[in-house]
């Protein structure tokens, strides 16, 4: 895990001096883990796009044969067909006939399906890589026009009444478009006010665009693909236009796909899938591409904001697989889905193998936006013992992930998913999904100070904001061999050292309401790579743990996801001026001050703003000393934490 819009200065990279993007955790909902039993089976290829009309689910690929259930016998329908999404029952009636895959599909206006492919004629009838179908036969409408002459299209987006089409055409109802188009969605109509290219190819290929996405608000299109110009202007397979008005390349882009990642032969283009986010301000991009970090984002799932301008954008995120291919994204219920070819996230590390840090996760993960840390969800694309006679457990791709209205839908090149058979296709059930609330440290202006002063017993003082009252002393014999200890909502989790373990310390949680700390666990496995006993003193803001640690004159940070509690690989170092962090002892977030103790015993309180990088986030100008140590209170343990209670 790389955040790279704080850091972007210290590397000499162009870009746009607005302050730091700190998104902050929101209430998400996640489906299920266990895919829907009653969806049918594809034999070969691949599953490469999903639409719904009414409660038909429409399927299009690669695949040339179906099934039913793992038993029943095959038959062949080629590249696209339905089944009712209550009952998992395939179409009899909806059985149209192309010629060649199906790339992309939208449920158009009017009840209509609108089909983008590598097809030529479809149902006998010429209808060269874009055709609109009536949904309940497969009949093509014939007042439909659109169509794409001697080019395949890729990818298409609706919004309002436009519909956008992305492929490796150069010509749209017989006018020249390369690579990008937009239509009247109703009568498929060329739209003649948007003149938006994508030119030049990289590594001498023909240039296309592979993935495009339309913001909710419908006024910006992000678009993907192996181009060098849009428009004649640098952009290297990334691009953002305006098309709330007459469409406009707007002033965006980034460096991060110019430079080779792996091998230029064998990874044309990296980009592989883009998408919104759900207000439209930010969105993610999924990529291949082999080595290549740090000159660019290779293998990696990457947050960019939509309000960003300039050139040189960097990431507000990146989460990198360990040189994985990841081929699908999806934004939904404000969670990112992603699919491919990995193993594991949270993984900048090593090359093909677990770093320290690394998450695992087999093909399919979901992540936070605020970090894309992964959160506590894991099915993973494998099959069961039992997998029918002819099928593999694992292949590349995931081309697709696609929310419907009953939960998210998943399109593979292989046939196992969540230790079930599923070929080619699925989909994981909004019913049986839960929620994740945001968790935060408490945001009142006033509680207490806790201090452990002796193992098992801790000094509870008043403090609000500004001065402390008088101290009490607390039993809490489960509150032993602490280090560093931040407040999170209804727990605290504590540096605790361990004998045996890997590093000789964990990070370990308890719950905590004020009263009696509960008997501790470990925060999790996948931290064992981590050496917490080195924190002289850490809190918890918004998917960040801050911290200082032994030997370092600097105020650090990492991601942390409470919701699996999974600790970041990459460790960041935030600007200050006037501060001495190298003999910090115990720290607290309170009311946007950071109140420390040191090994002097005082405690001390300093403004913190982690919006203002690449600015200082914290002067020592704004600090202040809240109490002196005394013969019975001094703050020189890394042991302290606040709480309302």
């Given at each position: 895990?790389?955040?790279?819009?704080?850091?972007?200065?210290?590397?000499?990279?162009?870009?746009?001096?607005?302050?730091?993007?700190?998104?902050?955790?929101?209430?998400?909902?996640?489906?299920?883990?266990?895919?829907?039993?009653?969806?049918?089976?594809?034999?070969?290829?691949?599953?490469?796009?999903?639409?719904?009309?009414?409660?038909?689910?429409?399927?299009?690929?690669?695949?040339?044969?179906?099934?039913?259930?793992?038993?029943?016998?095959?038959?062949?329908?080629?590249?696209?067909?339905?089944?009712?999404?209550?009952?998992?029952?395939?179409?009899?009636?909806?059985?149209?006939?192309?010629?060649?895959?199906?790339?992309?599909?939208?449920?158009?206006?009017?009840?209509?399906?609108?089909?983008?492919?590598?097809?030529?004629?479809?149902?006998?009838?010429?209808?060269?890589?874009?055709?609109?179908?009536?949904?309940?036969?497969?009949?093509?409408?014939?007042?439909?026009?659109?169509?794409?002459?001697?080019?395949?299209?890729?990818?298409?987006?609706?919004?309002?009444?436009?519909?956008?089409?992305?492929?490796?055409?150069?010509?749209?109802?017989?006018?020249?478009?390369?690579?990008?188009?937009?239509?009247?969605?109703?009568?498929?109509?060329?739209?003649?006010?948007?003149?938006?290219?994508?030119?030049?190819?990289?590594?001498?290929?023909?240039?296309?665009?592979?993935?495009?996405?339309?913001?909710?608000?419908?006024?910006?299109?992000?678009?993907?693909?192996?181009?060098?110009?849009?428009?004649?202007?640098?952009?290297?397979?990334?691009?953002?236009?305006?098309?709330?008005?007459?469409?406009?390349?707007?002033?965006?882009?980034?460096?991060?796909?110019?430079?080779?990642?792996?091998?230029?032969?064998?990874?044309?283009?990296?980009?592989?899938?883009?998408?919104?986010?759900?207000?439209?301000?930010?969105?993610?991009?999924?990529?291949?591409?082999?080595?290549?970090?740090?000159?660019?984002?290779?293998?990696?799932?990457?947050?960019?904001?939509?309000?960003?301008?300039?050139?040189?954008?960097?990431?507000?995120?990146?989460?990198?697989?360990?040189?994985?291919?990841?081929?699908?994204?999806?934004?939904?219920?404000?969670?990112?889905?992603?699919?491919?070819?990995?193993?594991?996230?949270?993984?900048?590390?090593?090359?093909?193998?677990?770093?320290?840090?690394?998450?695992?996760?087999?093909?399919?993960?979901?992540?936070?936006?605020?970090?894309?840390?992964?959160?506590?969800?894991?099915?993973?694309?494998?099959?069961?013992?039992?997998?029918?006679?002819?099928?593999?457990?694992?292949?590349?791709?995931?081309?697709?992930?696609?929310?419907?209205?009953?939960?998210?839908?998943?399109?593979?090149?292989?046939?196992?998913?969540?230790?079930?058979?599923?070929?080619?296709?699925?989909?994981?059930?909004?019913?049986?999904?839960?929620?994740?609330?945001?968790?935060?440290?408490?945001?009142?202006?006033?509680?207490?100070?806790?201090?452990?002063?002796?193992?098992?017993?801790?000094?509870?003082?008043p403090f609000d904001g500004t001065a402390l009252g008088t101290a009490t002393t607390v039993s809490q014999p489960a509150y032993t061999a602490a280090g560093a200890t931040w407040r999170v909502d209804d727990r605290i989790y504590w540096s605790h050292t361990v004998a045996g373990t890997p590093t000789g310390s964990r990070i370990d949680v308890s719950l905590f309401n004020g009263g009696a700390i509960g008997s501790p666990w470990e925060a999790s496995g996948y931290n064992d790579w981590y050496n917490p006993a080195l924190l002289t003193g850490a809190f918890f803001l918004d998917g960040r743990l801050y911290y200082t640690r032994t030997g370092a004159n600097s105020l650090f940070y990492r991601y942390f996801e409470i919701d699996g509690n999974y600790l970041g690989a990459t460790e960041f170092t935030l600007p200050s001026t006037g501060q001495n962090w190298s003999g910090v002892r115990g720290m607290a977030?309170?009311?946007?001050?950071?109140?420390?103790?040191?090994?002097?015993?005082?405690?001390?309180?300093?403004?913190?703003?982690?919006?203002?990088?690449?600015?200082?986030?914290?002067?020592?100008?704004?600090?202040?000393?809240?109490?002196?140590?005394?013969?019975?209170?001094?703050?020189?343990?890394?042991?302290?934490?606040?709480?309302?209670?």
């Amino acid at each position: 895990m790389v955040a790279l819009a704080i850091i972007a200065a210290a590397l000499g990279v162009p870009t746009t001096a607005s302050a730091a993007v700190v998104p902050a955790p929101t209430t998400a909902t996640l489906v299920s883990a266990n895919p829907a039993d009653a969806t049918p089976h594809a034999r070969d290829g691949e599953t490469r796009a999903f639409a719904q009309v009414g409660n038909t689910v429409f399927v299009g690929g690669s695949f040339t044969q179906l099934r039913q259930t793992a038993s029943s016998a095959w038959i062949t329908q080629r590249y696209l067909f339905a089944y009712d999404r209550t009952t998992g029952t395939m179409s009899t009636t909806f059985l149209p006939v192309l010629d060649g895959a199906v790339n992309t599909l939208i449920a158009g206006p009017g009840g209509t399906l609108i089909v983008g492919g590598a097809f030529k004629n479809v149902n006998g009838v010429s209808r060269k890589n874009l055709v609109a179908l009536n949904p309940s036969t497969g009949a093509i409408i014939d007042s439909w026009v659109g169509r794409s002459d001697g080019g395949t299209v890729r990818d298409l987006a609706l919004s309002g009444n436009w519909l956008y089409v992305a492929g490796a055409f150069n010509w749209l109802n017989g006018t020249a478009h390369v690579g990008l188009g937009r239509l009247n969605a109703t009568t498929g109509a060329i739209d003649p006010s948007f003149s938006i290219d994508a030119t030049v190819g990289r590594h001498s290929t023909t240039s296309y665009v592979w993935a495009i996405d339309v913001a909710p608000d419908g006024d910006t299109l992000v678009v993907g693909g192996n181009f060098t110009l849009v428009n004649g202007l640098p952009r290297n397979q990334m691009a953002l236009v305006d098309v709330s008005g007459t469409p406009t390349v707007l002033d965006w882009s980034t460096e991060k796909f110019v430079a080779p990642c792996a091998s230029p032969a064998t990874f044309v283009h990296y980009v592989q899938d883009v998408k919104f986010g759900g207000d439209g301000s930010w969105f993610v991009v999924g990529t291949n591409g082999g080595a290549g970090w740090p000159s660019a984002y290779c293998d990696a799932l990457v947050r960019f904001e939509t309000a960003a301008r300039g050139s040189g954008q960097l990431a507000t995120w990146v989460d990198f697989t360990g040189n994985d291919t990841i081929t699908s994204v999806e934004v939904a219920d404000n969670i990112i889905y992603l699919g491919g070819h990995f193993r594991w996230l949270n993984n900048p590390n090593a090359s093909d193998n677990a770093g320290n840090g690394a998450i695992d996760r087999l093909g399919i993960a979901a992540v936070t936006p605020a970090t894309g840390m992964p959160v506590n969800w894991n099915p993973r694309r494998s099959g069961s013992a039992s997998m029918p006679a002819g099928t593999t457990a694992w292949g590349s791709s995931v081309p697709v992930l696609w929310r419907g209205s009953d939960g998210l839908y998943f399109g593979h090149n292989s046939d196992g998913m969540g230790d079930e058979y599923h070929g080619r296709l699925g989909m994981f059930p909004l019913a049986g999904g839960r929620t994740i609330a945001p968790k935060n440290p408490p945001s009142a202006t006033s509680g207490n100070l806790y201090l452990s002063t002796a193992p098992g017993t801790v000094a509870k003082v008043p403090f609000d904001g500004t001065a402390l009252g008088t101290a009490t002393t607390v039993s809490q014999p489960a509150y032993t061999a602490a280090g560093a200890t931040w407040r999170v909502d209804d727990r605290i989790y504590w540096s605790h050292t361990v004998a045996g373990t890997p590093t000789g310390s964990r990070i370990d949680v308890s719950l905590f309401n004020g009263g009696a700390i509960g008997s501790p666990w470990e925060a999790s496995g996948y931290n064992d790579w981590y050496n917490p006993a080195l924190l002289t003193g850490a809190f918890f803001l918004d998917g960040r743990l801050y911290y200082t640690r032994t030997g370092a004159n600097s105020l650090f940070y990492r991601y942390f996801e409470i919701d699996g509690n999974y600790l970041g690989a990459t460790e960041f170092t935030l600007p200050s001026t006037g501060q001495n962090w190298s003999g910090v002892r115990g720290m607290a977030w309170v009311n946007g001050r950071i109140v420390y103790g040191a090994t002097d015993g005082n405690l001390r309180s300093v403004a913190f703003d982690p919006t203002a990088a690449p600015a200082a986030v914290v002067s020592g100008a704004t600090g202040f000393v809240v109490s002196t140590a005394t013969p019975e209170l001094s703050w020189s343990t890394p042991s302290t934490f606040f709480s309302v209670e």
